[in-house]
């Protein structure tokens, strides 16, 4: 059974920084592509930064130069460092697992955490 638990959520004031945390459990964590996700009110769930299981890293244009996303194969996780927070970083963060195998893509998600920028 798959399970995440996230964890670094919370309120920041702008120019703040926050780490979130998502150890996975019940695959084999080194072999799946981890990413996080965010989801404003009101919008779609967008892609924030992905990490594949080689180590190559995208990052969506509006992050690039604040957050940087990072795993640890050992520990099973995967972090995501935010510095120079906005007011509109503002969304539940959700951890991502996929992975494409035999033409099909599959994905786990995490229960996802809350992130508030506002003084």
């Known amino acids: 059974q798959v399970q995440f638990v996230e964890s670094g959520g919370g309120l920041v004031q702008p120019g703040g920084s926050l780490r979130l945390s998502c150890a996975g459990s019940g695959y084999t964590f080194s072999i799946w592509d981890m990413g996080w996700y965010r989801q404003a009110p009101g919008k779609e769930r967008e892609l924030v930064a992905v990490i594949a299981s080689g180590g190559s890293i995208n990052y969506a244009d509006s992050v690039k130069g604040r957050f940087t996303i990072s795993r640890d194969n050992a520990k099973n996780t995967v972090y995501l460092q935010m510095n120079s927070l906005k007011p509109e970083d503002t969304a539940v963060y959700y951890c991502?697992?996929?992975?494409?195998?035999?033409?099909?893509?599959?994905?786990?998600w995490g229960q996802g955490t809350q992130v508030t920028v506002s003084s």
């Open positions: 991502n697992a996929r992975r494409t195998w035999l033409g099909s893509t599959y994905n786990y």
